[in-house]
């Protein structure tokens, strides 16, 4: 689980159980990551006292009930972070999405914004006129700044929701005392 075979295996596993070109084969492989689970189990372990376990089995409540009624209540700034970090991860996953897609209806955000960038690039001996190269050069770069915020503004509209917990997640373990 936490180190994967590598690309060509990967592809081979996703042939064979028939996810090559659909949503499931960038969805599925990055459903989990160990790293993120490591990070949610030791901020349930130091953060949520035994005592309150110890006082929902004595009233008779069930592990199903702890878990729904207080660990995830007592764990929003755990679960704001790790919903930022797949979030983020998704978002600008595209490799994923590169090898397993051929159908350009399924093509991510950023697929697209890389074959947007590819197109703009020019070959440089193919225009004989300098003025017209370095305008058109000039329009390439500003369509690169375009593609970079275009490909961020979303994060950034959510970033300030999820801030009060992810200054506060990201803290976790770093102090001990």
Known sequence: MLFTAGMIPHYMLMRDIGFLNSVWAILIP???????????????????????????MLDGCSVFRYFFSFILPLSKTIIAVIAMYYAVDHWNAYFNAFLYLNDSDL???????REILISSSFAAGAVDDPELMEQMKSLANTLKYVVIVVATFP??????FVQKYFIKGVMIGSVKG
Not at 30 to 56: C, D, G, K, L, W
Not at 107 to 113: A, K, R
């Open 155 to 160: 994060l950034m509209c959510i970033y300030p």
């Open 30 to 56: 990055s459903a989990i990551s160990v790293y993120n689970m490591i990070i949610t189990r030791t901020f349930i372990q130091t953060s949520i006292p035994e005592s309150i376990a110890e006082a929902a």
């Open 107 to 113: 093509y991510p955000l950023q697929l697209f914004l």
